[in-house]
C-alpha cells in the first residue's frame, strides 16, 4: 500500500529526476522517473545503511549497474541523509560536484561502486555477494550478515559480461545477491526489440538462479516490497526479480520512447508531467519538508543496525587478530617476514616465484582469495590445499574462475570494494585485452585487487603470435593509477608483491613462463620498490656510465650479460631494472637523474613495443611487429634478445652519440 506521503515522497524524486537532467543540459531522466516506487521500497523498507557511517562493515550494499540512472541514486542519498545536499543535485554533471554524470565510488558519499560502462556492475554484486558469503562464514553472522541489491537494465544483460558473471554466481549458488532488471523495452536506439529477444526468466534459470517475473508492477510498493522480501530469502542461489517498466512515467510526450533515456524532458514538458505528479510546476528540486522528514526518518533507522552490530562486534569471541587484518586488506603482524627468497644463480620462472609468495602469504594474510581462469596452475594462482570456494566451502579461499576473464575482473573489482578480502586473478598476459574494461574500473576506483599475468612476452614460445603479448605493457602503462610491474627475477617477484598488498589500488603483476636467473642485487633491494634501480656496474671506475642499459623482467638477466660483454671493451656499463614504470614516475628528479643519468645514453631492452620507452631511453630492443611460432628461447634470440645483439646495438647507440 502507498498512502498520500508516501505518494508525494515518489513523485519528490521523479521530479529531482527530472529536474537534474534538465538543469545540467544534459542525463538520463527516464529510467529514475520509472524506478523510483522501486527506490523508495528499497530505501525506506528494506535496505540497512546509516548516513552518518556509510562504511558501516555489515551494511547492505547497493549497485546501480545502469549508472546512467545516477539521477536515481543521488535523489536517494540526498533525501536519506547521506553528505550530500540539494546544492549538489543542481550541479549535476557539472566541474567539482559531487554529482558526476555516472556514480564514482570514493567520490560520492554513499556509492559503492563505479559504474556506467554497462554489465560491470552486474559482475561487481557478484564480488560484494562473494565477499560477504565468504566473511559470514569465514567468522560468524555476528560479524557480517547482510544482502546486496542491484538494479540492472537490458543494455548491463546484452553485454557479454553478465552473462560471464551470472554463470559464475549460479554455479558458486551466491544467496543474499537480489537483482531487480529494469525490463522497460527501450534502448538508446529504440525499442529493445530491434536487437533483443532472449527471455530473461529462460535465461537466468539456466544459470541456476531463482527467477521471478512480477510484471506490471512497477508502481505498486506492495507488490514490490514482497517480491523484494522473497527474493532476500533465497540462501543458496542469486535471486532476480523481472520488472516491466515504463521508461519516463508519467510523460504523456516521452512515457516508453528512446528519448527518455538520455535527453532532458524539456521545460515544458516537465511542467505537465509534475502538473500530472501533483508537485508544484513553477518549483525546481521541490523536497516538501514532510517528504524529506520521512526519508530522514528512514535513514535514522540504521543506526540501531549499526549499534547492534557494534555490540556484536565488541562482545565477539572470535578470531579478531584475522576479521582486522582482513578488514584492512593486509597481514597479520610480521607478515612481510614470510615471504620466500631465492639464492643467486638459481633459475625460476617468475609466474613459479608469484605463486610461492602467494601461498606462503596465504598463511599470514587471511583475506587474501583468488584463482585463475581456467590457467590457475599456468598462472601461479593455485594455493595448495585450500578449499575450493563454492556451495560445499563458502568460505573456500581458491577460487575456479572459469575461462570467464572479464567477469574474473569485475568480480574482482566487487570483492574489493566490498571490503574484507584482497582478490588474485590470474591468466594470460595476452588475455588481459578481455578484462581490460573491468581493469580500467579497477584503475578509476583504486580497487586493491592484485593480477598474475603470465606468458608475458615471445618467450611464451609455440603458441605463437596468437598468445606472444607484444603491445599489452605499453596499453597497460597508459591505464593511470594502474601500476603494472614487470620483475626482472624471483627476488623482485616477492618484493613486488610485498608492494602489492601495502598499495592501495591495483597491482599488475606480468610474469614469465621461461626460468629466470635469480641476479645478485635484486634480493631486498628498496630500488625495487622506487620502480627503477641501477643494478649493477661493470668496466673501468668511473664517475658516470658511457651507457645504460634498461631492462625489465626477462631481458634485465640478457642486459647483464650485454654489459659484461662491454666491459671487457673499457666500457663503464650501468645496468637499471626498471620493473615499474608508474612507481619510477613518482621519484623526485634527483633519484631519476641519479639512475639514469641524463648525459649518459641509455638504451632500454625489453621484448614488447617500443611504445613509450622515447621518455626514459634514447633507443631501444624490442618487438614493433607480432611474434611467431617457435620454442621460447629461440623466438627470443631470433629477435634480439642475446648479450651479442644488445652489446652491439648499444655500440651502434654510441656511435650515434659520439
Known amino acids: 500500500m502507498t498512502d498520500d506521503l508516501e505518494l508525494r515522497a515518489i513523485n519528490t524524486i521523479r521530479g529531482l529526476a527530472m529536474d537534474m537532467p534538465q538543469a545540467a543540459k544534459s542525463g538520463h531522466p527516464g529510467t529514475a522517473m520509472a524506478l523510483a516506487p522501486l527506490a523508495h521500497v528499497l530505501w525506506t523498507r528494506i535496505m540497512r545503511y546509516d548516513p552518518e557511517q556509510p562504511l558501516w562493515p555489515d551494511r547492505d550494499r547497493f549497485v546501480l549497474s545502469c549508472g546512467h540512472a545516477s539521477v536515481l541514486l543521488y535523489s536517494m ?38 559504474t556506467g ?137 516521452f512515457t516508453d520512447t528512446a528519448a527518455a533515456h538520455g535527453n532532458p524532458l524539456g521545460e515544458d514538458e516537465i511542467r505537465i508531467t509534475k502538473e500530472i505528479l501533483g508537485l508544484d510546476a513553477d518549483r525546481t528540486f521541490q523536497v516538501d519538508d514532510d517528504v524529506l522528514e520521512l526519508y530522514r526518518a528512514a535513514g535514522r533507522k540504521g543506526r540501531a543496525h549499526r549499534e547492534a552490530w557494534q555490540q556484536r562486534i565488541d562482545g565477539w569471541d572470535g578470531d579478531r587478530e584475522a576479521y582486522e587484518a582482513c ?48 590457467l590457475t596452475g599456468n598462472t601461479g594462482t593455485e594455493l595448495k590445499g585450500a578449499d575450493i570456494l563454492g556451495p560445499e566451502h563458502p568460505a573456500g579461499r581458491q577460487i575456479h574462475f572459469g575461462i570467464r576473464e572479464h567477469a574474473m575482473g569485475g568480480v574482482m573489482n566487487g ?8 582478490p588474485v586473478g590470474g591468466t594470460f598476459l595476452i588475455f588481459s585485452d578481455y578484462m581490460r574494461g573491468a581493469v ?101 671506475d668511473k664517475d658516470e656510465p658511457d651507457v645504460v642499459l634498461v631492462a625489465t623482467g626477462g631481458e634485465v638477466w640478457v642486459a647483464v650479460e650485454a654489459a659484461e660483454v662491454l666491459a671487457a671493451e673499457d666500457l663503464r656499463v650501468r ?53 611467431a611460432s617457435a620454442p621460447g628461447s629461440k623466438a627470443l634470440a631470433e629477435f634480439g634478445y642475446t648479450a651479442e645483439n644488445v652489446a652491439d646495438r648499444a655500440r651502434q647507440l654510441l656511435a650515434e652519440i659520439a
Open 575 to 627: 645496468v637499471v631494472s626498471m620493473p615499474c614504470w608508474e612507481d619510477f614516475a613518482q621519484q623526485d628528479d634527483d633519484y631519476q637523474l641519479d639512475v639514469l643519468p641524463a648525459a649518459a645514453p641509455t638504451l632500454a631492452v625489453e621484448a614488447a613495443t617500443s611504445f613509450g620507452w622515447d621518455r626514459w631511453a634514447d633507443d631501444t630492443v624490442s618487438i614493433d611487429h607480432f611474434g
Open 415 to 422: 570483492i574489493a570494494a566490498h571490503g574484507g578480502l584482497v
Open 327 to 374: 578488514l584492512g586488506a593486509t597481514g597479520v603482524t610480521g607478515w612481510e617476514a614470510k615471504l620466500p627468497t631465492w639464492d643467486v644463480g638459481d633459475k625460476v620462472a617468475t609466474r613459479n616465484a608469484s605463486g610461492s609468495c602467494f601461498n606462503a602469504l596465504a598463511e599470514v594474510v587471511p583475506g587474501l582469495v583468488g584463482g585463475g581462469a581456467d
Open 117 to 253: 560502462p554497462l554489465g560491470q556492475g552486474v559482475a561487481n554484486g557478484v564480488g560484494m555477494g562473494v565477499a560477504e558469503q565468504w566473511l559470514r562464514n569465514r567468522f560468524s553472522p555476528e560479524v557480517c550478515d547482510h544482502h546486496t541489491f542491484v538494479i540492472c537494465s537490458d543494455g548491463d544483460l546484452e553485454e557479454g559480461i553478465s552473462h560471464e558473471a551470472a554463470s559464475l554466481a549460479g554455479h558458486l549458488g551466491l544467496g543474499r545477491l537480489v537483482y531487480v532488471y529494469d525490463d522497460n523495452h527501450i534502448s538508446i536506439d529504440g525499442p529493445t526489440e530491434l536487437a533483443l529477444s532472449d527471455d530473461p526468466v529462460k535465461r537466468f534459470e539456466a544459470y541456476g538462479w531463482s527467477v521471478e517475473d512480477i510484471g506490471e508492477v512497477a508502481n505498486d510498493t506492495g507488490a514490490l516490497e514482497e517480491a523484494v522480501r522473497r527474493a532476500m530469502a533465497v540462501e543458496d542461489a542469486p535471486s532476480m526479480i523481472v520488472l516491466r517498466s515504463h521508461i519516463g512515467y508519467p510523460s504523456p510526450k
Open 77 to 114: 542519498l540526498h533525501l536519506t541523509g547521506y553528505d550530500l545536499s540539494l546544492d549538489d543535485l543542481r550541479a549535476f554533471r557539472q566541474w567539482g560536484s559531487k554529482t558526476p554524470g555516472h556514480p564514482e565510488v570514493h567520490h560520492t558519499p554513499g556509492v559503492e561502486v563505479t
Open 440 to 540: 580500467r574500473l579497477a584503475a578509476l576506483s583504486e580497487a586493491k585487487v592484485i593480477y598474475s599475468w603470465t606468458h608475458d612476452s615471445v618467450g611464451l614460445g609455440e603458441d605463437g603470435p596468437t598468445h606472444q603479448p607484444i603491445e599489452h605493457l605499453a596499453s597497460l602503462r597508459a591505464i593511470p593509477q594502474l601500476r603494472v610491474v614487470r620483475p626482472a627475477d624471483a627476488n623482485e617477484t616477492a618484493t613486488a608483491w610485498r608492494d602489492a598488498l601495502t598499495h592501495d589500488g591495483p597491482t599488475a603483476l606480468c610474469l614469465s613462463r621461461q626460468n629466470l636467473p635469480v641476479l645478485e642485487g635484486t634480493a631486498g633491494n628498496d630500488g625495487v620498490s622506487r620502480g627503477a634501480y641501477s643494478l649493477s656496474e661493470r668496466g673501468p
